[in-house]
């Protein structure tokens, strides 16, 4: 049995991986601070859940802990940052530091508290990245910034760690409540659904090509 740690599960993206991985025999490990949401994805799944924020250490060294052995972990969870989304003349310092610390340090953290697992099993590692890393939007620096950060780190990490397949995905655009936040509700149905996205993520898992950068229309 292949083993998968996915955090920001309770919905959206993460959620749809979920419930995908379970359907094709995976046993789950599922984190997100949504309590509720996520206690409920888990029981319908016959997963593990560990609610609680990935930009906590003692949270992060929980879930290393439940995971002896992982074949897969996806860094899925991220924050948006302040909304309506500010210019970066007037985007609070505080605001983007809480922001580096849940779409970068975290992520980073605990693909660190993971590695041993994952080298054990030569397992990869999946980073939800964005377009807004790569392209000038008006209103989202703070968060392309972080995934462009992200970006990075994974470049570098698939250097360091040869055993470990590390990509870092742009899955486009979907109808998620964070997409909500950033451009209204209205602009945000127009989006395709998360689930869309789900297959060829799961082709990228099961073919594992060389680490690297992927957008979802290349998956395709």
């Not at 929980?62 to 948006?80: C, Q």
């Not at 605990?110 to 030569?122: E, M, S």
């Not at 979907?174 to 451009?183: E, F, G, H």
């Not at 799961?202 to 229309?217: E, S």
Request: aromatic share 4%; proline share 9%.
């Amino acid at each position: 049995m292949k083993h998968a740690l996915i955090t920001g599960a309770s919905r959206g993206l993460g959620l749809a991986l979920a419930k995908a991985l379970a359907g094709d025999g995976w046993s789950l490990l599922l984190t997100a601070r949504g309590e509720e949401d996520l206690m409920s994805a888990a029981f319908d799944l016959g997963a593990l859940a560990i609610p609680g924020d990935v930009a906590d250490p003692a949270h992060v060294a929980r879930l290393a802990e439940s995971v002896p052995e992982l074949d897969l972990l996806i860094n899925n969870a991220s924050g948006l940052g302040p909304a309506p989304l500010p210019r970066l003349a007037d985007y609070p310092p505080d605001a983007l530091r809480a922001l580096f610390e849940t779409n970068v340090i975290a992520p980073l953290a605990l693909t660190q508290a993971t590695l041993p697992a994952l080298r054990k099993r030569r397992g990869a590692i999946l980073n939800i990245t964005s377009d807004a890393a790569v392209e000038a939007y008006e209103g989202w620096g703070g968060y392309g910034a972080t995934k462009a950060a992200l970006d990075q780190m994974s470049n570098v990490l698939a250097a360091e760690e040869p055993d470990v397949a590390v990509w870092w995905v742009d899955p486009g655009e979907m109808r998620t409540r964070m997409l909500a936040d950033a451009v209204g509700p209205e602009e945000a149905a127009a989006a395709p659904p998360p689930e869309s996205v789900v297959p060829a993520l799961l082709r990228l898992v099961g073919a594992r090509p060389a680490p690297g950068r992927f957008t979802r229309g290349e998956l395709e």
